[in-house]
């Protein structure tokens, strides 16, 4: 059976990429990464994926800070054609896609962000959690629309925010429950097991 290709943005250290590496070796995620892309030349993503012997590729971004330039994003989108790459995995990628990315790949690039959406979008997720003072955060992998932090929810998972938390002790509480969720999301893509009904991803 041919395993679904997937294809890795990352931005930064790629401890999400990590995990997903680790589940496809041990066959929780039937899925294979054709490759891995950064906008940043020395982001250790890269190099995790260099370990792992996966295409791993730095495409210039251009010169806005939240966003690919058009003409680099058809670079992007060229890469992954290359590598036949059939899902698209946000992995602390720090950019912000176009329409027309979005359209090529529509319904087939997820993100994921770390808190129970759709509160707390954009940027430290778990400080603006913490600072609000909620009894409850948590993990959200959805797919991405021409929004923030706007499209579909495929999985959540809740983590209780407990009296002596600091935000970075509650970081990486979630960020544990990150590297679980993705892959069951992945999972539930590559069998197929759920449909999208407006906002809502139904599991089969």
């Known amino acids: 059976m041919k395993k679904l290709i997937i294809g890795i943005l990352a931005s930064g250290r790629g401890s999400n990429l990590q995990a997903i590496i680790d589940n496809t070796k041990k066959g929780k995620i039937d899925a294979e990464i054709g490759c891995v892309i950064s906008d940043k ?4 993503a890269l190099e995790r994926a260099r ?15 939240t966003f690919l330039d058009p003409e680099c994003e058809a670079e992007y989108i060229k890469c992954l054609k290359k590598h036949n790459v059939e899902l698209i995995c946000l992995a602390g990628f720090m950019r912000v896609l ?8 529509r319904g087939r690039i ?11 979008k954009g940027l430290h997720a778990q400080k603006q959690a913490f600072d609000y003072g909620v009894k409850v955060s948590g993990a959200t992998v959805h797919f991405v629309d021409e929004g923030v932090d706007t499209g579909p929810i495929i999985v959540q ?4 925010i407990e009296n002596d938390d600091t935000p970075d002790m ?29 906002r809502r991803v139904i599991k089969k």
Do not use: C, W
């Open 51 to 65: 370990k792992a012997n996966i295409p791993a590729h730095y495409i210039y971004p251009g010169t806005h800070k």
């Open 157 to 160: 998972r809740a983590v209780e």
């Open 98 to 105: 176009h329409p027309p990315f979005l359209r090529v790949y």
């Open 170 to 198: 509650l970081e990486q509480r979630i960020l544990k429950i990150e590297h679980k969720i993705y892959s069951e999301a992945i999972q539930l893509f590559a069998e197929g097991r759920f449909k999208i009904i407006g």
């Open 110 to 120: 997820m993100n994921i962000h770390p808190a129970l959406l759709p509160s707390f």
């Open 41 to 44: 030349e020395d982001a250790f």
